[in-house]
């Protein structure tokens, strides 16, 4: 082979284009597409193709050495200037121009910045890149300088790959290039890790580099053909040798820096800010690549992808990018759709694509393009994303963009890809490496998001009594003690049938609620509507509406919680299921106020009871609150269940209700009413396992945990007797005739459990507060926009 | 439409003041400025009750023959202060309302960046923006 002496400049983009031909890795191009491509790029005719091919001994190898490709390339550059091809040319020729490379297909925009910052020092670009007035060629001639020593370290990386713009295009016809080049880069790129892309973008957050600058002027023109650099460039390239495409503010810096910028770092950060900055066709629009690099930025700030970024850590890591601090806070403006001083994935995406852009010469937009703006609905997740928007019931935009806060969240998590090799890169941020306070900070904000917190909005439940009841044990059983506390939201929501509609509204709420919305009327499985709500407590984080539209695709309506109402829920609430129960069902179901209602007849408890004693028999679950269910009637009508045979359920089931409220009350003599309930409690184990479930499943789990618990504040006997008996309960979930001893087991267990449910809905209780304080904002912040579209009209 | 805006900080400076450019700024600069005097009767008249009864929005502070001026303040002793031309069909209460409100809620955006830092000019495009839909329209 002729021995080829190339300058640096070329040595870079040929290596550059050697790089990303070589997909293989194994530095040698086959005959492949991307050779071909190439070569068509270069538009030349295709018998010249052929000579060169045939000149360059890729004919006789049957594919391309890195020395086969940089004479084919230098014989492209001669044939592009018309000279006639010759193996001699090559050496011969002196300043020949680089090969020009034509990219047809419309890739995507991509701001090709400069990836060959020295190959716009040449002069020959200068027509291409509109360069900002301020850079001169004095930077990039450092620049290249610099690159000069880079280029061999470019050599052995694999991954640049150089979409050929043609330098010499004309700025008009260059963005189209580039374009081009984006796409196809991007085509070439998405082979490849994304890395570069976050690896350069990454650079400019690092101290101003020579390179960069170079780049950066590139960048800023948005025009530059970087003839190279296509492909992401690895950031393994890029990193080490930092360069920073970025900081077009500081020229001076990068000078000083320019030791090791590597083209190809400058080119791959130029790659990224040519692809990150979108082309022409939409300026905004995030490439896949793109986002998986700003993902994987965000989970360097904060591991839970569903979760916030909080304002001050998006601050740090903003600053990095050594924007204007307006400029950075107009980006803020623009990126934090719910304005809530934190970012999401989103929010965060569309800031980070903001600031690259403006990086790169784009000057920011007044308002957020609509490629940027929080999608309501994933692209690809629609198992939760789901119309919504009628529960939702708001029209604002940042409503809407939040519940696809949530849906995307799936998706993402779905479709990234493990850009290892980008992560040690984007290391580069030193500062970053703070994260350990940030990831303090997402605690406290993942907190809501927590699945296990199980923020269920109330939802308006259509209740067929017996139906839901059943659901609801059956919901309570299967489900997790997670989804414990969400029962007894869940069973508010009957009652509440108002409150639902509010809750729509609400961010979080959205997400469980719209579920619970949705699936109101047909509670399902047990596990579906946890494991929405789980997904729902995903979009806790003020992406409400996003929620909503997810549940809105009929998931399995929530658990319902169970019917038994904390202590906060009225007493009343139990006794009215127990009422309702007996009586014709209602939906809405009158949400008594917390103050206890006058205790009901014994009769009325033991009725409850006894409704109970068939929830248990009904609800073969072994978990906690179905049992207590069966327990806690038992449990609070020690007097009257002796009164009261087996017999009528309906009667029982109502007295149990209003019994347990007032062996709530009646803190005297818990005592003996254990004792006597444990025995009514057999009793009742056979009647209520005779009873048929009937509406009162609802209220009558209420009152009994209700009464366990006031038992259990009551007292703290009872247990030592009673562990037996709760033994034996929990062991039998079946509608088993129970013993005395198993019924004080049980009594012991439902005390218990009623505890836990207790405490579950008072933090429930305190979640929905907070709630529905956000959703009022919301509400008034609506209203607020309201008014602005309205026209003033006096005004 | 008002035909000045302005935010005053806690310790009355002024955070973000804005007037129609036609007439004479610095006038509507001493305005705001006496206002706060108005504005600080208002809000230490409420005495004990603070916050709690205190409304935010004080109404109309003074008015000239030229001009009315409204003011408005937050909890955190933020003041926004509106002048608007008397020659206007006067504007009803509910609308002065509404713009203060919007102000607030802007401002409150404002306060969120974590780029603003507290007690900087607020320099923000959708801030200016909003007012810029308060302020009349200049012929």
Known sequence: MES???????QKYYSDLFVYCDTDNTKKVASNGRVLDLFRAAQLPSEVVLQITELCGATRLGHFGRSQFYIALKLIAVAQSGLPLRVESLNSVKDLPLPRFV???NEQEARHTALYPDLENQGSYQGVIPRPPGRGQVKKVSTHEVIQPCVPTVEPQPDTTSPVVSPHHSPPLSPQAWRKH???ASGGNVERQPVVVAGAVWTPFRDAQSGAVVASDGMWSAHSPPPVQESWVSLKDIHPPSSSTLPPMHPSSVQENSSIRTLASATASNEIQRQSSSGYDDPWKITDEQRQYYINQFKTIQPDLNAFIPGSAAKEFFTKSKLPILELSHIWELSDFDKDGALTLDEFCAAFHLVVARKNGYDLPEKLPESLMPKLIDLDDSAEVSDQAPDVGYSGSPVEVTPNKSPSMPSLNQTWPDLNQGNEQWETFSERSSSSQTLTQFDSNIAPADPDTAIVHPVPIRMTPSKIHMQEMELKRTGSDHTHPTSPLMAKPPEHSDEPKLATTLKFVSANSGDAYSSSDSYTSDQDPITSI?????????TSPEGLKVVAAPPPPPPRPHPSHSRSSSLDMNRTFAAVSTGP????????PPAVPPRPLPTQTSGTHSGHRSDEGLAA????????IPEQPNFADFSQFQAFAAADQPGDDGDKQPESLPVEKSSDGPGPLRTIKSDSQEERATAIVNTTKGPIMAPPPKPVRRRLKSEDELQDEAPPPMSNVIATVLATQASIPRSLGKDKKAIQASIRRNKETNTVLARLNSELQQQLKDLLEERISLEVQLEQLRPFSHL | MAVCIAVIAKENYPLY????????ELKFHYTVHTSLDVVEEKISAVGKAMADQRELYLGLL???EDYKVYGYVTNSKVKFVIVVDSSNASLRDNEIRSMFRKLHNSFTDVMCNPFYNPGDTIRSKAFDGMVSTMMVQTS
Not at chain 1, 4 to 10: Q, R, S
Not at chain 1, 534 to 542: E, L, P
């Open chain 1, 4 to 10: 080829l002496t190339l300058t640096d400049v070329e």
């Open chain 1, 534 to 542: 789980v997904t729902r407590q995903r979009s806790h984080s003020g």
């Open chain 2, 62 to 64: 003074y008015p000239t």
């Open chain 1, 182 to 184: 984006k796409r196809q």
């Open chain 1, 621 to 628: 679950h072994s978990t906690t609150s179905p049992q207590q």
């Open chain 2, 17 to 24: 003041i804005r007037s129609v450019p036609t007439q004479n």
């Open chain 1, 103 to 105: 990219v047809a297909k």
């Open chain 1, 585 to 592: 069902q209602q939906a809405g179901v009158v949400t008594y």
